[in-house]
């Protein structure tokens, strides 16, 4: 599995956001209000998985007062990790293009609602989806410093 790439992150919010910008345009007058549950929600996993990448790093550091980590259970967490990263993307780019797209009707209180709940929701998917992207960060073998010092020399050779 390969880590997941910032600019692929941000071209998947950038086509999901122009697409549910494009599809709101017509279709926003038949959709209940939004709801905030989202905000939370998000920001409760993005704190979750913070955590859990600060653990995991400490533990593959093998920082005092850790124990090792298991090596299936380090797979797995960069498997959650990527997952996250790449769905809260593709939430980020659906808030954005609801923000977008009501941005231009403030004026009403029900748009305006939307815009507030979208935007805050934006934001904690950006949140959740750097949170993840540590977590995937927290999860890579760090070198062994021999090897540092092997490939330095040979480099200078």
Do not use: Q
């Amino acid at each position: 599995m390969r880590p997941s790439r910032p600019l692929f992150l941000i071209a998947l919010v950038v086509v999901i956001g122009v697409t549910t910008w494009a599809v709101l345009r017509s279709a926003y007058v038949s959709l209940p209000p939004l709801p905030w549950t989202a905000v939370p929600t998000l920001l409760l996993l993005a704190l979750g998985e913070g955590f859990t990448g600060v653990n995991v790093l400490r533990r593959i550091r093998r920082k005092p007062g850790t124990k090792p980590v298991e090596p299936l259970v380090v797979a797995r967490m960069a498997a959650l990790g990527k997952a996250s990263a790449h769905a809260a993307a593709v939430l980020a780019g659906v808030f954005a293009g609801f923000a977008g797209s009501l941005a231009d009707s403030l004026d009403k209180p029900t748009p305006r609602h939307d815009f507030f709940v979208s935007g805050g929701t934006f934001l904690a998917a950006a949140v959740l989806a750097g949170a993840a992207f540590f977590l995937e960060y927290a999860c890579r073998v760090p070198k062994d410093p021999d090897e540092e010092e092997h490939s330095r020399g040979a480099s200078r050779a």
